[in-house]
Nanobody
Framework: QVQLVESGGGLVQAGGSLRLSCAASGRTFSRYAIAWFRQDVEKEREFVAAHSWSGSSTYYADYADSVKGRFTISRDNAKNTVYLQMNSLKPEDTAVYYC????????????????WGQGTQVTVSS
């Protein structure tokens, strides 16, 4: 069982930056795949980025095309925390951002994740 708590959302102007944090419980956090999804009003929850363990101390990151080059996902295992650095924000990035975890392989499919946080609102004004 793992519990996830997001923080760092807020209101920012277009072109600005925010860093989201996802703090997790669990002694095997380092081996979990952690992903960020987002959901705007009346839209489907969509994949943003994922950070996965691929053995030893190696991780890899995956991104949705819409955020490549602007968002960076990273983790600090000592703090049991995953971050999403969001730069060059656009109004279309406005959504509730959720972090999710799985003990399996990362995926861009939300049904592949068993654990979810409560979400944090990101609003980008034009």
């Amino acid at each position: 069982q793992v519990q996830l708590v997001e923080s760092g959302g807020g209101l920012v102007q277009a072109g600005g930056s925010l860093r989201l944090s996802c703090a997790a419980s669990g002694r095997t956090f380092s081996r979990y795949a952690i992903a960020w999804f987002r959901q705007d009003v009346e839209k489907e929850r969509e994949f943003v980025a994922a950070h996965s363990w691929s053995g030893s101390s190696t991780y890899y990151a995956d991104y949705a095309d819409s955020v490549k080059g602007r968002f960076t996902i990273s983790r600090d295992n000592a703090k049991n925390t995953v971050y999403l650095q969001m730069n060059s924000l656009k109004p279309e990035d406005t959504a509730v951002y959720y972090c999710a975890a799985t003990t399996g392989r990362s995926s861009d499919n939300r049904f592949g994740y068993a654990y979810w946080g409560q979400g944090t609102q990101v609003t980008v004004s034009s």
